[in-house]
């Protein structure tokens, strides 16, 4: 077994952050922004956010979004771009 010492104060705040996971029920804490998450982008691994829009077909015209910190997004395009297919509006998903 390897033993890392860390700096002084450290291991509290870990600690810390550990017991902040427990509580909210994440799974990760990002310390440049609380609210971004790791995703996978093809190669490698950013720190951001999933961003959906839909696109007025005829004019190319951004017609809604969505931004979230949610990882996978398998439906959200769904949930962008269903009010205004509902609305009878033509649009292209990106």
Do not use: F, W
């Amino acid at each position: 077994m390897v033993r890392i010492r860390l700096p002084p104060g450290e291991s509290r705040v870990r600690t810390c952050m550990l017991a902040e996971l427990d509580q909210t029920g994440e799974s990760q804490i990002s310390l440049t922004d609380p609210d971004s998450r790791a995703m996978a982008a093809h190669t490698h691994v950013a720190v951001g956010y999933n961003v959906q829009i839909a696109v007025d077909a005829k004019h190319k015209l951004i017609v809604e979004q969505q931004v979230t910190n949610q990882v996978v997004d398998m439906g959200l395009l769904a949930q962008t771009a269903e009010p205004k297919v509902m609305a009878g509006e033509v649009i292209s998903g990106r």
